[in-house]
DNA sequence: CCTTTCAGTGAACATCTGTACACCGAAAAG
DNA sequence: CTTTTCGGTGTACAGATGTTCACTGAAAGG
């Protein structure tokens, strides 16, 4: 193998283009009808390939599928990174934090529609992948929770417990973002509002928790 | 039309049990790949009747999922009955609730599994028609609320708030059920567990809400 | 310079899809 | 008893589907 660069493209930047279009074409297809509905032919059309050419990156469609899983998921993470950069301490901390999340389900629909669509709704494998990550995630974000100030004496499940209703509010948060009408912003501050509110309701809950 | 009964099926009694057999047959096939991957010929198929006969039930497949909204919905509405029937002062409410979600999950697997799968994942119009469902509950469950005690001050739009928390984490946990493997019932165990104690943070949270 | 590798091609296949149409036979209506 | 209604049948058609196979042509390797 040459290390040499051309001027041209090389062979392993093409491959890995093409490979780009076609998962940039299934997540868009898929935000339709779902990954159970997406077909070999149409897909292929859309990236402008021939139906065979798609086995030479991926053996199936539910390869495909944990691929965009991964990919999801990437750009989840990178949205958490920048929560985490906030200062902790901030009061402002739910504020911020949807803040954080409505700025990524919109520069990241199609990521976040194809999470929320397969979750429960799809193939099998893809399915038990994202209910994965989904457990990484909320093991980190109970992580996080552990260093708050009233928290620091819970059990690491109470936190894990804990953890699972933020994401499961977060996780419906997006949806009804993805759903609410473009030409009516105020629909989508009310699920914001909403959003905080139900975070404000847990803290204050946890916060009491003991005491009771 | 006469109002005789014979003693052999009637017409219209023959009509509604194959409309019946549809709509189960449907919900089974449903359950594995989601409603935008069923098709018109399998379905019939499982159903015992012509491809052509499902058009003298329903005009379309949308129809068919409309139809299953309703009937899933109905089963759900009939949990709350019963949910509503127990003392609600009883300090074990929130323990009997999630036992009585967890039973009907159990008996009505297929339609909880339908309305997860299809509320974020499938055809819009059976998308929208789950979500307007899932408002009307969330809009009863805020009215049972409010006749809780430390409750009876909140404004009906913090009970909105505070009955979506809720119904989002019981969707999630009746998925988790469904999920976990019948043949372990530690795990489902250990989901009961979760769900109550989210259950009971949520609670703790109101009762502390207005005092911070 | 010649050889090998390999992403993408294009035709062919058996199978499945939704829907149109004319038809049947028994229940309902009169 | 005759006529009408209507669930369900059977055939037919055009189009879409996943997968196979031998192929091409240019980049990579030596």
Redesign the interface.
């Known amino acids: 193998m040459r290390v040499e660069s051309t001027a041209a493209e090389t062979r392993q930047e093409r491959k890995e283009r093409t490979r780009e279009a076609i998962l940039e074409a299934a997540l868009d297809l898929v935000a339709e009808?779902?990954l159970?509905?997406l077909s070999l032919r149409q897909l292929t059309r859309a990236v402008g390939i021939v139906p065979t050419a798609f086995y030479r990156h991926f053996a199936s469609i539910d390869e495909l599928g944990l691929a965009l899983v991964d990919r999801s998921f990437a750009s989840l993470r990178q949205m958490i990174r920048e929560a985490r950069q906030g200062n902790p301490a901030l009061s402002g901390v739910i504020r911020s934090s949807v803040a954080i999340l409505v700025q990524h389900v919109h520069s990241d629909q199609t990521y976040f529609r194809f999470i929320?669509?397969?979750?429960?709704?799809?193939?099998p494998v893809v399915?038990r992948a994202i209910?994965h990550q989904l457990e990484l995630f909320e093991r980190e974000l109970a992580t996080d929770l552990a260093r708050l100030p009233n928290l620091d004496t819970w059990t690491s499940e109470?936190l894990r417990?804990?953890a699972?209703?933020i994401v499961?509010?977060m996780v419906?948060t997006a949806?009804d973002i993805l759903?609410a009408p473009r030409e009516r912003p105020e629909v989508e501050r009310e699920i914001v509002r909403?959003a905080e509110?139900?975070l404000r309701?847990?803290?204050?809950?946890?916060?009491?928790?003991r005491s009771?």
């Open positions: 009808e779902g159970a509905a929320a669509r397969e979750r429960f709704g799809g193939v399915r209910r109470d417990v804990m699972n209703l499961n509010a419906s949806e759903d909403t509110k139900q309701l847990i803290v204050v809950g946890a916060s009491n928790w009771t």
